[in-house]
Nanobody, 128 residues
């Protein structure tokens, strides 16, 4: 059974850091584009960051550029999201997602589009 499981969420103070992990089971991530997305109740889901299968291409949403870093360890079948300088507006449920990589999305810079495997999410709350 193909699964993505997020972990690492919790309560963090403004200005703090947290690292989210997305572990895959039932399939190898080597050939997959992976993305992190977030959603606040009542708002649309937002693409946070996506990474190509090789790790050579990284895309970030404007609101997180310079603060968040996506990385992957294919040997551990895991993708990470390092979140620094957190702000209250970063509070959301964070989801990881995967799709078998389409080379055209790498070329076109549309890595975050077309994901079809999704985890259940982990809540990050940024508050005093």
């Amino acid at each position: 059974q193909l699964q993505l499981v997020e972990s690492g969420g919790g309560l963090v103070q403004p200005g703090g850091s947290v690292r989210l992990s997305c572990a895959a089971s039932g399939f190898a991530l080597d050939y997959y584009t992976i993305g992190w997305f977030r959603q606040v109740p009542g708002k649309e889901r937002e693409g946070v960051s996506c990474i190509s299968s090789s790790g050579a291409r990284l895309d970030y949403g404007d609101s997180v550029k310079g603060r968040f870093t996506i990385s992957r360890d294919n040997a551990k079948n895991t993708v990470y999201l390092q979140m620094n300088s957190l702000k209250p507006e970063d509070t959301a449920v964070y989801y990881c997602a995967a799709q078998l990589e389409d080379p055209m999305t790498v070329v076109a810079g549309t890595l975050c589009e077309g994901m079809y495997y999704w985890g259940k999410g982990t809540l990050v709350t940024v508050s005093l």
